[in-house]
């Protein structure tokens, strides 16, 4: 494959897939060093007559996506808006304890929205992101006016979904080129069905060393692969359970600390499931929950249909 001009030369094509009409928004790269000396890294879109807009929604991404996986998204929303790459992705330092858990990354996120917006956020996280909004939601009011919580609740099994993702990330961290890298996506059946959405992933998820190798931004597969070459050191079935169950506890604790309107949207073939929907109204009967014809990428599979709910609630709140 060969190199877009920038980071955001896909958009055009990106508007046309999705028949999205209109003038696009600005983007720019954003970085803010953190207090430890690492680095928090964002993307700003805004429209191109008012390029420093404040963003009035705040984007949240997923374990091993970036930033960039809302780029669709935010065009169809055609509000200003700001896509943090959460610590370990994208542009954003690797921790160097590994721990990438919601309470753990909030205090980054915070920051980089005290950085970055000059008001409270409608902020939508999906999956490892949503719980991480819940989290800055409830310990930081102030910057959060709608949470939106996309395709996951706390306590899912943590390893829910298909064995094949868990698979690619376990496999090498390195390659000679991208080409072998969207080889691989479309080999586990990944990519986004064909192999030019491949290849846009590749390029947002991967960077060329000084080597000349190839290899993820993200640091899940890093770990990923270095247990599987320890011989498997996850940890055990009972281990690993009893951990989320805690981990499942304070994120039903941040949500019940959420004083803004919450919404769940889940994907019909996501990893919640109506079970875990009873769940969650339960413990949270004041919260909207909406189902979508996608997957756990809600913000790939139905980008516009889920930027019209979310231009709606930021109209409403």
């Given amino acids: 494959m060969s190199d877009p001009i920038d980071e955001f030369s896909f958009l055009p094509e990106q ?45 949240l991404h997923g374990a091993g996506l970036n ?10 929303l055609g509000l200003p808006a700001l896509a943090i790459d959460l610590p370990g992705h994208g542009d954003s330092s690797w921790r160097d304890d590994a721990q990438y858990v919601a309470r753990v990354l909030a205090p980054d996120v ?21 719980l991480t909004a819940a989290a800055v939601a409830a310990s930081r009011p102030d910057l959060v006016r709608a949470l939106v919580v996309i395709d996951i609740t706390p306590g899912l099994d943590p390893d829910a979904g298909p064995s094949q993702i868990r698979d690619f990330f376990a496999g090498p961290v390195d390659w000679a080129s991208r080409d072998e890298l969207v080889d691989r ?14 290849e846009r ?3 947002h998820n991967s960077r060329v060393r000084a080597d000349g190798r190839v290899e993820w931004k993200h640091h899940f597969a890093h770990l990923a692969n270095a247990a599987t070459a320890a011989g498997g050191a996850a940890p055990a079935a009972r281990g690993r359970d009893a951990v989320a169950a ?8 941040d949500l019940a ?42 913000q790939e599979d139905v980008p516009s249909d889920l930027a019209a709910r979310l231009r709606l609630l930021a109209a409403d709140t």
């Fill in 15 to 59: 508007a046309a897939d999705a028949a999205i009409d209109g003038p696009l928004p600005r983007g720019r790269r954003l970085t803010l060093t953190l207090g430890s000396g690492r680095r928090l890294s964002a993307l700003h879109y805004a429209p191109a007559d008012i390029p420093d807009a404040p963003p009035v929604v705040t984007f």
């Fill in 110 to 130: 915070a920051a980089g929205m005290d950085a970055w917006t000059a008001g409270p956020q409608v902020l939508v996280g999906q999956s490892l992101g949503g």
């Fill in 201 to 203: 992933g590749v390029f």
């Fill in 185 to 198: 996506a479309l080999a586990f059946g990944l990519g986004g069905g064909t192999r030019r959405k491949a």
């Fill in 246 to 253: 805690v981990l499942g506890e304070s994120g039903w604790e």
């Fill in 67 to 76: 930033a960039h996986t809302w780029d669709t998204t935010i065009l169809a």
């Fill in 257 to 298: 600390g959420v004083r803004a309107p919450t919404t769940l949207i889940r994907g019909d073939r996501g990893y919640v499931t109506p079970a875990d929907v009873e769940v969650f109204s339960g413990r949270l009967p004041a919260a909207s929950v909406i189902s979508v014809p996608a997957g756990h990428n809600v």
